[in-house]
């Protein structure tokens, strides 16, 4: 099993920036990716941002531009960086891994972009 902690969600104006970390530990062997998804109210769950461990990175199209991805692969920690950010991107953001096919998920952090 691969546990996931994530930090740094909260409340910013728009036009602010906050920053994300999650943490893997547990059964780290392989991990194929690591990224970010969020669910707003009443909306599906999409992808955010995600990285390779080769650290190819791919955006949601929303997020291009404001948002960087980044991996510290000897802490097995992948950040997102969120800046420019708008009411459109409140949501809950999920931490994803993704290690020999198996998706592994976070608790979720709450992110509120007021007007």
């Known amino acids: 099993q691969v546990q996931l902690v994530e930090s740094g969600g909260g409340l910013v104006q728009a036009g602010g920036s906050l920053r994300l970390s999650c943490a893997a530990s547990?059964?780290?062997?392989?991990?194929?990716?690591m990224g970010w998804y969020r669910q707003a109210p009443g909306k599906q769950r999409e992808l955010v941002a995600v990285?390779?461990?080769?650290?190819?990175?791919n955006y949601a199209d929303s997020v291009k531009g404001r948002f960087t991805i980044s991996r510290d692969s000897a802490k097995n920690t992948v950040y997102l960086q969120m800046n420019s950010l708008k009411p459109e991107d409140t949501a809950v953001y999920y931490c994803?891994?993704?290690?020999?096919?198996?998706?592994?998920w976070g608790q979720g952090t709450q992110v509120t972009v007021s007007t």
């Open positions: 547990g059964s780290i062997s392989s991990i194929n990716s």
């Open positions: 994803n891994v993704l290690q020999w096919g198996v998706n592994y």
């Open positions: 990285i390779t461990s080769g650290g190819s990175t």
